[in-house]
């Protein structure tokens, strides 16, 4: 289990300044100097230790044995330096939770229970001292430090739940946030093809109604041209809701396109034939948006400049990509010299997903426009039972 840094910072300074404070207690002390000696050269072993190789291993709680061998160094040489002053017992209050925070909670009490025994059994090697007395105060000081170790584990493990907790909160809101934007955009556009279809839209539709109404035959060449070009921009206007409104796509892109070259013979009177080749699949939305907006944009151009008599429509899936090609019969052109936002459009909503654009047209074969979109099939799990 991984210590999170603020907390190892905390608990290598606690260890620094019990050192310290060890340290200094024993170089004061009425003792012979040898003992002084080999109670601060342990003490100095210990906090050398720790410095060099506890610290990197009291970070990862019970990863591994090494952990427990430096562990049981340390008690070593804390023993080394009760048997030579008493006094060093005091380091106690460094030990204790350095066991727990290189152990695993099993071998961490154990290793409280062994380090509390060692001023006893040091009492009795050497004769010094009250047994009884140290007996009593290492079984308060081995309760105390279980409880404290314990207590210790639960904070930390607290800390670092709650430390993931706000970790997925932070990452849930940025995913509210980003559903949020998507939403937000779908309505703008669903509300900006309801405004086309409700002005633009109607307002062709009532030009060709009163037009016809002021003359049925159309004799009028410049009412005729009119009623055209109402018609024209009432088609493209409906291509723009259609490609607008999240509803074109609602029952799939296959259904969407066949609508669309229903919808061109509906409104030319040009017979457009519909095809699809391959099994089709589900695709990410916008790859579908780009090639229903390619089949509207390519059956425009159609209405508008091919003087075609016949037209098509082909969706072909291929296992690693998705085609959508327009043909029509008629008086073609060079595609190099076109302007507008017609093709050069297409083309650059194909660049956004990762699409090719490709025309060939000329006055004898007509105009094919033919647009490839990258859409692997989602990769699948087998499930074992």
Not at 57 to 72: C, H, N, T
Not at 121 to 137: C, E, N, P, Q
Not at 285 to 303: F, I, S, Y
Request: glycine share 8%; net charge neutral.
């Amino acid at each position: 289990m991984a210590v999170h840094s603020s907390y190892s910072l905390w608990w290598d300074t606690y260890f620094a300044v019990i050192a310290v404070v060890v340290g200094a207690t024993i170089t004061v002390l009425d003792a012979t100097p040898v003992r002084r000696v080999v109670a601060l050269v342990a003490l100095a072993a210990m906090a050398g230790l720790h410095a060099a190789v506890g610290r990197r291993l009291s970070r990862r709680v019970g990863d591994g044995i090494i952990s427990i061998v430096v562990l049981f160094v340390h008690i070593a040489l804390f023993a080394v330096a009760i048997v030579a002053l008493p006094a060093a017992a005091w380091l106690l209050f460094a030990v204790i939770p350095l066991i727990f925070r290189m152990a695993p909670t099993g071998v961490a009490i154990a290793a409280v229970l062994l380090v509390n025994a060692v001023p006893v059994v040091a009492d009795v090697v050497t004769g010094h001292g009250d047994v009884r007395m140290d007996l009593v105060i290492a079984a308060v000081s081995a309760a105390s430090g279980i409880w404290l170790g314990l207590w210790i584990i639960k904070v930390i493990e607290q800390s670092t739940g709650r430390a993931h907790l706000i970790a997925e909160l932070e990452a849930s809101r940025a995913e509210v946030a980003r559903l949020s934007h998507e939403a937000g955009v779908t309505a703008e556009r669903t509300r900006l093809a309801g405004e086309i279809h409700d002005t633009l839209a109607q307002g062709f539709t009532s030009i060709i109604t009163l037009i016809q109404a002021a003359d049925p035959g159309l004799r009028d060449e410049r009412l005729a041209l009119a009623v055209r070009t109402a018609r024209e921009n009432l088609a493209e206007s409906r291509a723009i809701v259609a490609a607008l409104a999240p509803s074109a796509l609602a029952s799939g892109l296959l259904d969407a396109v066949r609508r669309q070259a229903a919808r061109f013979t509906e409104e030319t009177g040009v017979p457009a034939g519909f095809r699809v080749t391959g099994e089709p699949r589900e695709l990410p939305t916008a790859v579908e948006v780009v090639l229903l907006r390619a089949t509207q944009e390519a059956l425009a151009n159609v209405r508008r400049h091919a003087r075609a008599r016949e037209a098509a429509v082909l969706l072909a899936y291929s296992p690693a990509a998705v085609r959508v090609v327009i043909r029509d019969d008629g008086c073609g052109f060079a595609p190099a010299s076109t302007g507008g936002f017609g093709l050069p459009g297409m083309r650059s909503r194909a660049e956004q997903v990762g699409g090719v654009l490709t025309v060939r047209s000329d006055p004898d074969t007509g105009t094919t426009i033919e647009l490839e979109v990258p859409a692997p099939p989602p990769a699948t799990t087998e499930v074992r039972a």
